[in-house]
């Protein structure tokens, strides 16, 4: 899914780029010179090409968030208010600690792992920032989900740090 995801927004990139934008620019020289009924169509083609993208990337994000919120819900309790949440930007991983309850959820949709477990499932935790992307590795007692790690914003990299070191390593619950 994260393949195609990427996939898409490439050939919609490549289709920006090298159709609809010199359809443009091909309109709105004609439309001015030669009110060519052709340029009105190529125009009209490339506005929606980029408008109809744009909106199309739009449902698709809404429906995997929302999808991963639906995950979230199925399989955290009922009073679960996690502290510290991480979510990569296609809504495809995601980790959430609660250290009052001591719990965490943890859902990779990539592999089909959804589940909640106690906050001593969390073995040890990494960040990483190579200079263009920061992560967030988290290692586990579990052999279908060794680790997981997730993309986060540069900026927030350090408040997450703190953030994950805190739930992690002081939570309340025993």
Excluded at 17 to 26: D, E, G, Q
Aim: charged share 15%; hydrophobic share 55%; with cysteine.
């Amino acid at each position: 899914m994260y393949l195609r995801v990427t996939l898409f927004q490439l050939v919609y990139f490549l289709g920006a780029v090298f159709l609809a934008l010199p359809a443009t620019v091909y309109a709105l020289w004609n439309l001015k010179v030669l009110q060519s009924a052709t340029a009105a169509a190529a125009l009209a083609i490339a506005l929606i090409w980029i408008i109809g993208g744009w909106l199309l990337f739009q449902a698709w994000e809404k429906r995997l968030k929302l999808a991963l919120t639906q995950k979230i819900k199925a399989v955290a309790p009922a009073t679960f208010a996690p502290k510290v949440e991480l979510e990569s930007p296609h809504h495809l991983e995601y980790f959430g600690a609660d250290p009052d309850a001591g719990t965490v959820v943890i859902v990779d949709t990539k592999k089909g792992i959804a589940r909640c477990e106690p906050i001593g499932f969390v073995q040890q935790w990494a960040s990483e920032d190579n200079g263009r992307q920061a992560f967030m590795t988290l290692r586990f007692n579990d052999f279908a989900l060794p680790t997981l790690s997730i993309r986060v914003a540069r900026g927030a990299l350090e408040d997450l740090k703190s953030k994950v070191h805190y739930a992690l390593n002081y939570s309340v619950a025993v």
